[in-house]
């Protein structure tokens, strides 16, 4: 399809956007858009991933997105979940559902097991086919960690030391899945972060799934200035929750390679003792 389109570039952007699992050649023939504009779209997303500007245009988006969040909630139930009991809970059974929903139902995953291995669980209970690495730093949560392991037969092979160790030693492509549950802020883990990604150590359709902090507090060193520059601030508490979650969001496509290889596919905010957020991170290409 050569010729141009009536639409808007709004419209455009936004149908690229929606579609971006598609190839330049069948978002043009399904919509009626010259591949001309598919790329100019293309382009544009980029540099706004680059620039970090993407708070207006919503950019989770993906051929799997799902609307909404009670698809995930159904899906969970029929799973058996319990869907209640601890918030934390919810994201771990939220992150379950996103990885038997993903094509890579089998293979080796990066995991924080910490001392009862809930997370392990809840996934090996609708993807029995998975094993893990269970990385701790922790000496004490590591002595226990393995407890359990023992205990409860499960296939996770425990390591103790820092995470950026074993992601330093994979190639591309090593990991099924990986759990990047640090519950802390993201301008403190974003080195994990930007290295699993810009190097490709998720499989293709792999999920990268990430808790942290929606955090108010202030930080230092480059990622906190950098994370900082990503959304705006203000002296009233709610407000700074909103603009930590632009920034969260933001922050995270800048880490992200150029190219559009990954997708943020859902945000899943919760809170028990604190206010925390899961973003479930796919590569699509
Ligand atoms: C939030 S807990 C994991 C919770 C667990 N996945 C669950 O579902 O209950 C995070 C654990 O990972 C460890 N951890 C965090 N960042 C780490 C890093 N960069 N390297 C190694 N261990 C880390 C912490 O010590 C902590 O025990």
Same mark, same amino acid.
């Given at each position: 399809m050569s010729a141009k389109s009536d639409l808007?570039?709004?419209? =455009?952007?936004q149908i690229v956007f929606d579609n971006i699992t598609l190839t330049t050649y069948e978002i043009s023939e399904k919509f009626g858009i010259s591949t001309r504009e598919v790329g100019g779209a293309r382009r544009h997303h980029t540099i706004l991933q680059k620039n970090?500007?993407? &708070?207006k245009e919503k950019i989770?988006?993906?051929k799997k997105r799902l609307e909404k969040s009670d698809e995930l909630v159904k899906i969970a139930k029929e799973k058996g979940f319990s869907g209640g009991g601890e918030k934390k809970?919810?994201?771990r059974e939220r992150m379950s559902v996103h990885s038997l929903l993903s094509d890579v139902k089998n293979g080796l995953c990066f995991s924080f097991t910490h001392r009862k291995a809930e997370l392990e669980k809840s996934l090996l209970k609708v993807l029995p086919d998975l094993n893990f690495i269970g990385i701790e730093c922790d000496k004490w949560v590591y002595k226990d960690m393995v407890r359990t392991i023992k205990k409860d037969s499960l296939p996770i092979k425990p390591y103790?030391?820092?995470? =950026?160790? &074993?992601?330093? +030693?994979?190639?591309s492509d090593r990991f099924a899945h990986l759990y990047l549950d640090f519950c802390g802020t993201l301008f403190n +883990?974003?080195?994990? =972060?930007?290295?699993?990604?810009? +190097?490709?150590?998720v499989q293709k359709?792999?999920?990268i799934c990430i808790t942290a902090c929606r955090t108010t507090r202030v930080g230092k060193g480059r990622w906190f200035d950098e994370w900082k520059n990503c959304g705006g601030f203000s002296t009233n508490i709610e407000d700074n929750r909103t603009y930590c979650d632009q920034r969260n969001e933001n922050f995270l496509?800048?880490?992200?390679?150029?190219?559009c290889k990954y997708v943020l596919l859902d945000i899943f905010k919760y809170r028990d003792t604190s206010d925390m957020c899961l973003y479930v991170i796919q590569r699509i290409r």
């Open positions: 808007t570039k709004e419209k =455009i952007y970090g500007g993407l &708070v989770t988006h993906s809970d919810l994201a103790f030391g820092y995470a =950026i160790d &074993v992601l330093k +030693n994979s190639n +883990n974003a080195d994990d =972060i930007q290295y699993t990604m810009q +190097n490709d150590l359709n792999g999920l496509h800048k880490l992200m390679p150029l190219g």
